[in-house]
């Protein structure tokens, strides 16, 4: 995905660093093995928060133990394979293949085309693990696609085809139906990306004359477009409030699910780290920077 859903590094605790990192290099290795070794290069933060996610919420049990690995041989805690750990790794190839497809659509260039034509086979291996999920994500990202050709003027419904999406993946990875608060923290947390990405890419979209809900929803009143940071100013009430509300919305229903292995690291990314970049983002008068945890 796209590495908007992450700790806050003031407010996580040690052992929950370590959690965490657990988990995205687990989810990497486990890329590795199933995918080979190029494919790792999808992983990323926002899974790793699914995986923490997932693992937890199915109650499924975690094995981690300190290893090397081809990429650093350092050793550190890695969650060792499991039957739920290679569906998340199978769903993020599917995710970053239709993201390579979709980004070649949008005429984003020679690293799309890159991307895809690196992940054709992993693709091929990632449906036969989860042709569920691939269904499901195509379905998704042409409900997208229809969204951005009506040039829809409603952030909400641009972004709930990816919402949507999010809102739905846990069933099918962990195989059994989720609970109405599962559904809604994904929901949210989806919305959350889908609208992060979107105002970080506002200025690039608007020179390559690309859709964007917000330039879309906004940009209505007679106004036009100049910079990032004038746009921000102009609509930051607004803005704020889209990723407020959504943000509030995904910590309600955090609070009330129960929570067995993961607690304090999950209720930070959802609580402390989502208010954080939200901050970041309508602070910033340049595309963030990829995070480093």
Known sequence: MYGYVVPDPDKLRASDLVLYRSFYCGLCCQTGRLFGQLPRFTTNFDMAFFTALLHDYSKSDIVIEEHGCVLNPKKKAILQPNALLERIAAA??????????????DGDGLKYKIAKRVLSKPYKTAVSICGDVNERIAA???AQRETEKNNVAS??????????L??????????????????SLCYNIGKFVYLADALDDVADDFKSKRYNPFSAAYAT????????????????????????????????????????????????????????????????????KPPKI
Request: aromatic share 10%; charged share 25%; glycine share 4%.
């Open 92 to 105: 993020n190839v599917l995710l970053a293949y239709q993201k390579a497809v979709d980004g070649i659509e």
């Open 140 to 142: 998704s990202y042409a």
């Open 155 to 164: 952030v909400d419904r641009a972004a709930d085809p990816f919402a949507s």
């Open 166 to 183: 999010m809102r739905d993946l846990p069933a099918l990875v962990i195989g059994a139906q989720t609970s109405d608060k599962m559904q």
């Open 221 to 288: 009143d007679g106004k036009k477009f100049t910079d990032r940071k004038s746009f921000i100013a102009d609509n930051r009430a607004a803005l704020g409030f889209c990723f407020d509300s959504t943000a509030a919305r995904a910590a309600q229903s955090f609070y009330e699910m129960r929570f067995y292995q993961s607690r304090s690291l999950i209720e930070n990314i959802v609580c402390d780290g989502l208010p954080r970049k939200a901050k970041e983002l309508l602070n910033s008068t340049a595309k963030l």
